[in-house]
């Protein structure tokens, strides 16, 4: 199928084959044609698959010819991320450049007052995070009833950084005959409910298994006693041919220390989180795309939808709590058929996590040990089959470790409350995770 057999406005088109598409992807031949009928959907689809192309293109045209009033957008694209949603406003840029169609993004991090002087002069397309919508929304900055599509991205995201309460108060607020696409990686029981509140009817569209790592990425664990881990991860940085990589911390001040640690070490290595001033998120995101910085140390804010081309390493520093999250951590490589290569480094305290990832992938890790020669190169070899392990993770290598560490006793909190209780945490690795707000 080409794009000229969907229906699509000439405007749009001569935009899309500007970017040098000729054919769409899986998911957006099978959602397209459903959006401009009119109808609900719900896309089951990963990043990486043309995901925000299927539901902003037949949007543009949809949207073509019609005018916004004054604080009363006329669709409403909410996003999980500051990052997602930008990319999602960079998209109208690139394939809405031939219709004239207004947009704002309304995220935090930004000047308010700028935002709501956008809004005054009315809007087509409206991209925002659920907090600074409901932040202007109970200021009288906006006005929800005119709303006609409305798009939930990044569903599962949503609920694992708990704005599910944030999306009901405002769907609340917009008139129920709407047409309402929802699309998300993964599809949970809480988020079947959400398609059964939200949607009418809704036509469903799958284009591969929820939570499937890429064939196309070469997967490697390293069994290794937390205060290990920094030198771990320079020996692995030194033994793999590194041409840009995300290293993914579970824990957000973590990742400032670890991204001030490697540029110790000389390397080009930036940290990537949520407490990060909005400007400064973009900036680091756009040498990281430049090539002018090698290593991007994140949290999970970039773990999903952040688009960046021929990355060729991911290196899980801390094991993801969620086996989800796993998949989509190191889809950050092996990309549009490239190859990739992705490290996780784990202790014996990660072992429920590790067996929840195998669990879902239907994988046994084999652990590679890691270790350095005279000259001071790392050589990687698998260890030697012990058949008195009782675990199949349990590594062999002599250093590490015979007795397991001391387990916390602390107990284990919704996604919100792990940034509340760090007071016992001592450096990189701990085994209480916390995912980005």
């Not at 060729?312 to 796993?326: C, E, G, L």
Request: charged share 30%.
């Amino acid at each position: 199928m080409k794009f000229d057999e969907l229906g699509l406005s000439p405007e749009t088109l001569k935009a899309v084959k500007e970017c040098g598409y000729e054919s769409p992807t899986p998911i957006q031949a099978k959602a397209i044609p459903l959006i401009q009928m009119t109808r609900d959907v719900v896309g089951l689809a990963q990043t990486g698959t043309g995901k925000t192309a299927s539901f902003t293109l037949p949007m543009i045209d949809a949207l073509a010819g019609g005018r916004a009033k004054m604080r009363m957008p006329r669709s409403l694209i909410l996003e999980p991320t500051r990052e997602l949603a930008a990319q999602v406003a960079d998209n109208f840029d690139t394939y809405g450049k031939y219709q004239k169609l207004s947009k704002v993004l309304l995220v935090g991090g930004e000047s308010m007052q700028e935002q709501v002087k956008l809004l005054e002069q009315g809007v087509d397309v409206l991209i925002a995070t659920p907090g600074r919508l409901l932040d202007l929304f109970e200021r009288g900055s906006i006005l929800l009833t005119d709303i006609r599509i409305l798009v939930i991205d990044e569903a599962d995201r949503m609920l694992d950084m708990g704005f599910i309460p944030d999306i009901d108060k405002i769907v609340s607020f917009i008139p129920p005959t709407r047409q309402t696409l929802l699309f998300s990686a993964t599809m949970p029981p809480e988020i079947k409910k959400l398609t059964e509140k939200y949607l009418s009817n809704p036509r469903e569209v799958s284009v591969a298994p929820a939570a499937s790592p890429a064939e196309t990425v070469e997967q490697f664990l390293v069994k290794v006693h937390p205060k290990e881990k920094n030198d771990t991860l320079h020996q692995l940085l030194k033994q793999e041919e590194v041409k840009n990589a995300f290293i993914f911390l579970n824990r957000k001040r973590d990742v400032d220390m670890l991204a001030k640690w490697l540029k110790g070490k000389g390397y080009e290595a930036a940290p990537l989180h949520g407490d990060m001033a909005q400007s400064k998120r973009s900036e680091t995101l756009a040498e990281f795309k430049e090539d002018k910085i090698k290593l991007l140390v994140c949290s999970d804010v970039a773990a999903r939808g952040i688009d960046v081309n021929n990355v060729s390493h991911v290196f899980n520093f801390d094991v993801p709590m969620t086996a989800d999250d796993y998949v989509h951590r190191i889809g950050r490589t092996g990309r549009a058929g490239n190859k990739g290569r992705a490290w996780m480094l784990a202790s014996d305290r990660d072992d429920k996590f590790m067996d929840a990832i195998e669990k879902l992938i239907k994988k046994k890790f084999e652990p590679t040990s890691v270790k350095s020669t005279k000259s001071g190169k790392p050589q990687a070899k698998k260890p030697q089959d012990n058949p008195q392990s009782k675990h199949p993770n349990k590594p062999k290598d002599d250093n590490y470790p015979k007795n397991k560490p001391h387990k916390s006793n602390q107990k284990q909190h919704q996604n919100k409350d792990y940034d509340n209780a760090e007071d016992d945490v001592v450096g990189f690795g701990d085994e209480v995770p916390a995912f980005l707000k």
